[in-house]
């Protein structure tokens, strides 16, 4: 049974950083992984979807990184702003049509 | 549409009342999925359809919820006698595909359900 892990729980750190989401996962046998965020009281942004036969995708100043064989895939935020506060989720698919969620990873940037 | 709609946006009820939960998917997604995010907590999937078909209804925490979908587009989630534990965040999304790499998610509000 696939089970998904993000580190850290939460996280605040001051405007202009660059910073990393871990997300893992126990089973590789994924068709791919999307990373998305998600606003207080709001529904699910998609930011970010990883096929299983790439390693990395970017968008803006969003970078993630897939290693399926090593059931690891890594959010990477450059310039850190205010408006990223958010909880930022990964979920990988797996061999049915389902996704599986992790807890997510509450980000606070401080201005 | 531009994305998915939900409707409505919150929802206040009555213990033992039935509530009808909308969702209408971005135009062409032939999938829809509907999931369930309780206070503070993840996600909790529900049901989805491939179409008008419903292949897996096992999410569905109980025989008072129900699902269905029209015409491949619009979906309503029913919850008959609604219970205090309903109460959550209501989420649809929908893909074009499903099980390919291709089927990226997309998700609507989501349906606010508060149960007194």
């Known amino acids: 049974k696939q089970e998904v892990t993000q580190i850290p729980a939460a996280l605040s750190v001051p405007e202009g950083e660059n910073l990393v989401l871990n997300c893992s996962f126990t089973?590789?046998?994924?068709?791919?992984l999307q990373w998305f965020r998600q606003d207080p009281g709001k529904g699910l942004t998609s930011l970010l979807l990883?096929?299983?036969s790439q390693r990395e995708q970017t968008s803006g100043r969003l970078n993630a990184s897939l290693d399926k064989s090593s059931g690891r895939s890594t959010l990477y935020i450059a310039a850190s702003q205010p408006g990223d506060s958010a909880t930022y989720l990964c979920?990988?698919?797996?061999?049915?049509?389902?996704?599986?969620w992790g807890a997510g990873t509450k980000l606070i940037i401080k201005p | 549409g531009a994305g998915v709609s939900q409707s409505p946006s919150n929802k206040v009820t009555e213990k033992g009342k039935d509530v009808e939960l909308r969702c209408d998917p971005i135009?062409?997604?032939?999938?829809l999925y509907w999931y369930r995010q309780s206070l503070g907590q993840g996600l909790e999937f529900l049901i989805y359809f491939q179409g008008n078909s419903a292949p897996d209804k096992s999410g569905l925490p109980s025989d008072r919820f129900s699902a269905e979908r029209t015409g491949g587009s619009v979906s309503t989630l029913t919850i008959q006698r609604t219970q205090q534990e309903d109460s959550a965040v209501y989420l649809c999304?929908?893909?074009?595909?499903?099980?390919?790499?291709?089927?990226?998610?997309?998700f609507g509000e989501g349906s606010r359900l508060t149960v007194l």
């Open positions: 990883i096929q299983s």
């Open positions: 089973d590789s046998a994924i068709y791919n």
């Open positions: 979920a990988p698919r797996g061999s049915n049509y389902q996704l599986i």
């Open positions: 135009s062409g997604h032939t999938a």
């Open positions: 999304a929908s893909s074009f595909r499903w099980l390919t790499n291709t089927g990226e998610l997309f």
